[in-house]
Structures are given as C-alpha cells and as structure tokens.
Nanobody, 125 residues
Framework: QVQVVESGGGLVQAGGSLRLSCAAS????????MGWFRQAPGQERGMVAR???????DYSDSVKGRFTIPRASAKNTTALQMNSLKPEDTGVYFC???????????????????WGQGTLVTVSS
C-alpha cells in the first residue's frame, strides 16, 4: 500500500519562510508527479506547485517567484520551500502523488493517486 506523509507546517509571520516535506512509501514502480495543493477555509483544494517524474516544475501564478520545489534529497520525496509568505497562503497543504505502483493481482503496474493527511500553514499579518 502506498502512503504519503507531509510535514513542516506551522505558524509564521507574513514575510517569513517555511519548508514543507513529503515522503512517499510503498511498492512504487514509477512516480508520474508529486504536487502540493492548498485548501483554505471554505475554498476548494487547488494546485500550488507540482514536479513531474522527469523533474519539470509548474507553479500557480499566486506563488511564482516565492515558492520553489527544490531538488529532491532522497528517492520518492519532495519539498516545498515557501518564502515571502502572505496571509492568503494560509491553508492546509496536501501532498499529492500520481504514480504507477506494482499490482501483484493485476500482474502489471497500476496508476494511482494518493494524498497525504495535510499539514496546516498559518501566516499571520
């Protein structure tokens, strides 16, 4: 079973920085992408940043120039470096994994999407 775990959230003042981490575990054949998604109170979950298995990155317009997905330090991990944080960045941040996992019953890799439990980021003004 594939699992995704985030860490690193917390309370920070506007203008400050935080770094979120995400680690995926399980019988992963190939990662298609890992992404960070934010859900603010009363709002839908939206993509903040994403990195493909090939290493290309994509950012929402609201975080371009402030947030960065750094080079992975270990296999099946990713991080989100958040600088110049604003109160509107507040929300629960989820790490989402799109991967091919080994399915013994199928005898072939299976495409799955797995979400972490989320980590709360609060930016005070």
């Amino acid at each position: 079973q594939v699992q995704v775990v985030e860490s690193g959230g917390g309370l920070v003042q506007a203008g400050g920085s935080l770094r979120l981490s995400c680690a995926a575990s399980g019988d992963i054949f190939r990662i298609e992408s890992m992404g960070w998604f934010r859900q603010a109170p009363g709002q839908e979950r939206g993509m903040v940043a994403r990195i493909s298995g090939g290493g290309s990155t994509d950012y929402s317009d609201s975080v371009k120039g402030r947030f960065t997905i750094p080079r992975a330090s270990a296999k099946n991990t990713t991080a989100l470096q958040m600088n110049s944080l604003k109160p509107e960045d507040t929300g629960v941040y989820f790490c989402g994994l799109d991967a091919l996992v080994n399915n013994i019953e199928l005898g072939a890799p299976e495409d799955v999407e797995v979400w972490g439990q989320g980590t709360l980021v609060t930016v005070s003004s």
